[in-house]
């Protein structure tokens, strides 16, 4: 049976990590699953509060397991920055794999308390769900950014990692290294890249020896995230080059088809423009493969 433990620690012996990718739809969905099913890859849907609300917590919980189950393959899904108990509750009794628990804009203390607590009642719903705590600041929102945020300051320390991973009990790690949730419009164009503070993850990931996250991965220098896995990340999220993807794609598809209403003759556009942004990134952190 696939779990995704088993599957985070494979990539981990091999040396690789796995993608996590955001989703809101169906065209998302497909576009993942497909790049994920070409590379024979294990893969992480990630669904955020709003795009859990959008496509429905046990609605996305159904699809995925579908997908697992006639396929046979390495597919889980992950509640992406939860920020109440109440909703990780749901996410937990829906048959999420994983769920980001994420107080960080708590003071740590304040956080520890509270994540401690999620992890015992989340764990008592179901038992092999996977909890990842997060700390310091990368920033909100998956979108594109006027201004580069200031991020030096809530960068994670080695040794808060290693008391906050002691103190709660989860079982992955999201550290801030230099990474943001979005894109700055120069990063979409191409112009710059995202870089990040690659000793810092190696001295977290000895200090705290649990799974690291990657959050805000869009935009990031290619070499930046290869030096990342081998310092110790083990998943990377990317969604902002999804969501530029999927417009692009719907655009096209839209223009060249000015008269029709047809959805699945315009949405294929879009899944194919995703799935462009999607097999680069799973190709990068598996290896290159
Ligand atoms: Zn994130």
């Not at 091999?14 to 497909?34: E, P, Q, R, T, W």
């Not at 009794?93 to 992890?119: H, M, W, Y």
């Not at 719907?250 to 060249?256: D, F, N, R, T, Y």
């Amino acid at each position: 049976m696939h779990s995704l433990r088993h599957a985070l620690e494979q990539t981990h012996n091999n040396g690789v990590a796995i993608g996590h990718f955001n989703i809101a739809d169906s065209v998302l969905l497909k576009a993942v699953f497909a790049s994920a099913q070409e590379l024979s890859v294990p893969v992480l849907v990630g669904v955020s509060e709003g795009e859990r609300e959008f496509i429905g917590v046990r609605q996305i919980a159904a699809l995925v397991r579908s997908l697992r189950e006639e396929f046979d393959f390495p597919i889980f899904l992950n509640a992406d920055h939860t920020r109440s108990l109440p909703k990780a509750r749901a996410a937990a009794e829906a048959g999420f794999d994983a769920i980001v628990f994420d107080l960080s804009a708590l003071p740590f203390e304040e956080n520890v308390r509270q994540t401690k607590e999620a992890v015992e009642v989340l764990k008592t719903i179901k038992p092999s769900i996977l909890v990842e705590g997060e700390i310091g600041d990368i920033g909100t929102g998956s979108e594109i950014h006027e201004e580069a945020p200031d991020l030096l300051t809530g960068l994670t320390t080695p040794a808060e990692a290693k008391q906050y991973v002691e103190s709660t009990g989860i079982d992955i790690l999201a550290p801030a290294v230099g990474n943001m949730h979005g894109m700055l419009k120069s990063m979409v164009r191409g112009q710059t890249r995202k870089h990040l503070d690659i000793p810092r993850i190696a001295q977290i990931k000895s200090a705290a020896r649990v799974p690291l996250t990657l959050h805000g991965g869009s935009g990031t220098d290619d070499d930046d995230l290869r030096k990342a896995i081998s310092a110790g990340i083990n998943i990377v999220h990317i969604n902002t080059e999804l969501r530029v993807a999927w417009r692009r794609g719907l655009e096209e598809g839209l223009a060249k088809q000015p008269q029709k209403v047809v959805p699945y003759r315009i949405l294929p556009f879009a899944v194919e423009s995703v799935k462009q942004a999607v097999r680069p990134r799973l190709r990068l952190f598996n290896g290159d493969r």
